[in-house]
């Protein structure tokens, strides 16, 4: 098992500095077609990466498209399963790349989505504990997407399936888990507690007001989160430049939100 490896990759995708990251997913296509934001690659990465984006998240097919050639490293996070919102079963991941073949892309760490409490979990767990495998073998970092979704979760945002959540995450290898924020500081803490590795929250659907954006992002790193992997809150924001700079005042500068809503003024 290449630790070295490893290491290397892991500060390619977190700040050197503070030990937080701020990623970028944009796989939205695979799920939901090609919406504003993420048809334009190039573009989308330029803006993310100029703010000072650590990471993105995307699927292998369009590794190409997002070659800037000019502009500031951003590191890349190659995502391992997909489904469609065409499917009758959307909640269903599926495997569609390997740890092997992210490398041969040039991947600094892979991603891979599992959603608890769904009829098909014990497929998603078995894949998750092979991929962990793989990702250990290779000396890949493994960032674990998990959420509570599913015919018995009745609140996917509870802190009790939250928490349960992200210490599937970091019990089952994962070296970064991603969950959805639980609403308060109080209450999230109680998720970062129980799991040992850095935990990221999801920015979940598009929001209307910067401050909720960025009180949330506040309230996670109060409770010891590790960063944020936010998609469509940057990527369709009306400046996903400043978004992101505005996200690492908070996040790095340990800013008050009403210090980092000046950028976006």
């Not at 490896?5 to 796989?27: S, Y």
């Not at 997002?66 to 399963?81: A, C, K, M, V, Y």
Request: aromatic content about 4%; hydrophobic content about 40%; overall charge negative.
């Amino acid at each position: 098992m290449s630790t070295i490896g490893k290491r290397i990759r892991m500060e390619r995708i977190f700040n050197r500095g503070t030990g937080k990251t701020i990623v970028v997913p944009i796989d939205h296509g695979t799920t939901v077609g090609p919406i504003d934001g993420v048809i334009d690659l190039k573009k989308t990465i330029q803006q993310v990466a100029n703010g000072g984006a650590n990471a993105i998240v995307e699927h292998k097919g369009l590794v190409d498209d997002g070659l800037r050639g000019e502009g500031p490293d951003i590191g890349l996070i190659i995502h391992l399963s997909a489904s469609t919102t065409l499917s009758p079963f959307p909640n269903a991941k599926t495997l569609v790349c390997s740890v092997e073949e992210a490398l041969k892309l040039g991947a600094d760490a892979v991603s891979i989505h599992v959603n608890l409490g769904d009829a098909d979990e014990k497929e998603m767990l078995r894949d998750f504990g092979e991929v962990s495998y793989q990702a250990r073998s290779w000396g890949m970092p493994l960032l674990a997407m998990i959420y509570p979704r599913g015919e018995k979760i009745s609140n996917e945002y509870d802190v009790e399936v939250i928490k349960h959540a992200a210490r599937v995450g970091c019990e089952m290898g994962a070296d970064i888990v991603k969950v959805s924020y639980t609403g308060s500081p109080e209450s999230f803490i109680k998720v970062t507690e129980g799991c040992s590795v850095p935990v990221v929250i999801a920015g979940g659907d598009k929001m209307d007001s910067d401050r909720d954006i960025l009180e949330m992002v506040k309230g996670s790193i109060e409770a010891g989160g590790a960063g944020v992997s936010i998609g469509r809150n940057v990527f369709q924001h009306r400046d996903p430049k400043n978004m992101v700079k505005a996200m690492a005042k908070v996040i790095n500068e340990n800013c008050s939100v009403e210090e980092a809503l000046e950028i976006l003024r």
